[in-house]
């Protein structure tokens, strides 16, 4: 464990509810509908810029802690697929606030295209098979690339249990002594990232970033 170790960034922002502060809840049916538009624009999002090279289709499946998840799958000419997959919430932030969502979207298949990991990955299917995917594949990854993304400064990594969010993999810089020095995110989160196939060690890189400027150390 680092000193001073106040975790941050444990809500990600990016969960299932799409009602926005104020206004009133949407009903069953407008939710669905609200769900089929949304789908539409990532849909012909994606299209604007991989139709001449790929097909593009997708779905929609229910989280039981996020919500709706939006996977969206390219199609080469060999009909092999290469899928990414998005928050329903990530998605309305952007279709509303983003200049190019499509920009925004598309950047998510880079890695995909080159091959690097192009199916959405199976779902543990019991405990054994979670605490190896964490042990042996999110936990490792996270701790490489967030040591690769300051490979100046000593980072700290690793597995603590939160009270109110249970397990969680924190990062950290044990040269900041004074104040939040420690990011962490909670497994069921990394979990869902890692099943729509999205790179578990972004949100802990971006958190790191911000105690950075919060430190003043990156001005």
């Known amino acids: 464990m680092t000193t001073n170790q106040n975790t941050d960034e444990l809500q990600p922002g990016q969960g299932a509810e ?7 809840q949407l009903t069953e049916e407008e939710l669905q509908q609200m769900i089929a538009a949304l789908y539409q624009h990532g849909e012909l999002a994606l299209r604007s810029f991989y139709q001449d090279e790929y097909e593009v289709d997708g779905q929609v499946v229910n989280h039981p ?4 998840l939006f996977t969206y799958r390219l199609l080469d000419a060999n009909k092999n697929p290469h899928s990414v997959g998005f928050f329903m919430n990530e998605l309305v932030h952007n279709f509303q606030k983003n200049e190019d969502p499509a920009l925004w979207m598309s950047s998510f ?3 995909i ?11 543990p299917q019991n405990e054994e098979e979670a ?3 964490f042990d042996q594949i999110i936990v490792p ?10 490979e100046d400064e000593p980072v700290h990594v690793d597995i603590d249990i939160h009270p109110d969010h249970g397990p969680v993999v924190e990062a950290g810089f044990p040269s900041i002594r004074e104040g939040n020095n420690v990011v962490a995110m909670p497994f069921h989160y990394l979990l869902a990232l890692h099943l729509l196939n999205r790179d578990t060690a972004d949100p802990l890189i971006t958190g790191l970033y911000k105690i950075r400027e919060e430190h003043g150390l990156d001005a």
């Open 131 to 133: 605490k190896y995917l």
């Open 18 to 24: 799409a009602a926005t502060p104020g206004q009133p």
């Open 141 to 150: 990854h996270c701790a490489k690339m967030c040591r690769a993304e300051f």
């Open 65 to 68: 802690m996020y919500g709706p």
């Open 109 to 111: 298949f880079v890695d």
């Open 113 to 123: 295209l080159r091959g690097e990991r192009s199916r959405l990955p199976p779902p």
